[in-house]
């Protein structure tokens, strides 16, 4: 009597060489059914055991052109290339063979060992890269953070330079207008002024000069014209009235009027004014730079006008 349904047969832990030389024990398991009867018992004297053996003879067969990685990654392509040649051989002993699946995949600890030691060092390998990866990107960030602060102080430096640059501008405007209202005053005074006030002005040069230690001196201009008009002054020449050297109109018209020249005289206020703009002006800047609202020592110490 013949058992027509789906049978399990274990094939027996063998060792295997595969391509690149690696000893290996390997085991499956078969999944097979009689498909003909009669020839499974005229043909063969025991389909089981030819099952078994001829499973054993392919198992090596298969590995055998194959690496060890090609082996434990392609299971399913072992088992696919079992199933079709068992078919193939069983086939005449009226057996059908539905399944094959490769059960365990066992190296020799030699084997074992190095791959266990390949995948520490890969391990290793990636730990490294990613610490170094760490390590780059901190000294980017510390390198981008130094930069930044470079930058601000530049910054900073350069507003300080423009603060004390525009003091100096504002303390050099001051002094020059000051200077120059000073020259308006003066030439305001002197242009209505007669011959009797320069012949008093000569004699009192010539007093000092005759004052000094030293015994010889060089007029700057004739005395006899001294002499004339120190005559006018004391009135041998009343009938010859008074000259005046220039009116304020003649130096006008000559010359252009005070303010076009000069520039009108700002008065206190204005002053005032213009100096507090500039602190203001200054201190906003300083604010930018620094982050306060403080005003420079330099600025404070400013006269007022």
């Known amino acids: 009597m013949v058992d027509l349904r789906t ?8 060792e295997v060489i595969t391509k690149d030389n690696s000893p290996t024990m390997v085991d499956a398991v078969i999944y097979f059914r009689v498909a003909d009867g009669k020839r499974s018992v005229l043909e063969v004297t025991s389909y089981r055991q030819a099952i078994i053996n001829m499973a054993q003879t392919t198992l090596r067969a298969v590995i055998g052109d194959m690496e ?42 030699n084997v074992k060992q190095a791959m266990e030691d390949q995948t520490a060092a890969e391990r290793n390998r990636r730990a490294n890269i990613l610490r170094a990866d760490g ?5 980017i960030l510390n390198a981008e953070g130094d930069k930044q602060s470079r930058i601000l102080e530049a910054e900073g430096l350069r507003q300080a330079q423009i603060l004390e640059a525009q003091g100096q501008r ?21 242009a209505a002024m007669d ?23 060089v007029l700057p201009f004739e005395l006899t014209k001294l002499m004339e008009g120190a005559a ?35 008065t206190a206020e204005e002053m005032a004014k213009e100096m507090q703009a500039i602190k203001d002006e200054a201190a906003t800047a300083a604010a ?12 404070e110490e400013l006269p007022e006008a």
Not at 249 to 266: Q, R, S, T, Y
């Open 288 to 299: 930018r730079a620094a982050g306060s609202t403080e005003v420079p020592e330099e600025l």
């Open 135 to 139: 390590d780059k990107r901190a000294a």
């Open 232 to 266: 006018e002054y004391v009135g041998a020449s009343r009938a010859t009235p008074d000259k005046e050297i220039s009116q304020v109109a003649d130096v006008e018209k000559a010359l252009g009027a005070a303010d076009d020249i000069l520039g009108p005289i700002p």
């Open 68 to 109: 060890l990685d090609q082996v434990l990654s392609n299971r399913d392509k072992i088992n696919l290339g079992l199933r079709d040649r068992l078919d193939v051989e069983t086939d005449k002993w009226g057996v059908k063979v539905e399944n094959v699946e490769i059960r365990e995949v066992d190296p020799s600890p």
């Open 170 to 190: 504002t303390a050099h405007i001051l002094k020059q207008q000051g200077e120059a209202q000073g020259l308006r005053i003066i030439s305001m005074g002197a």
């Open 7 to 14: 049978q399990v047969l274990d094939v027996p832990r063998q």
């Open 195 to 217: 011959a009797k006030a320069l012949t008093v002005l000569s004699l009192d040069t010539l007093k000092g000069l005759g004052a000094g230690a030293s015994t010889k001196f």
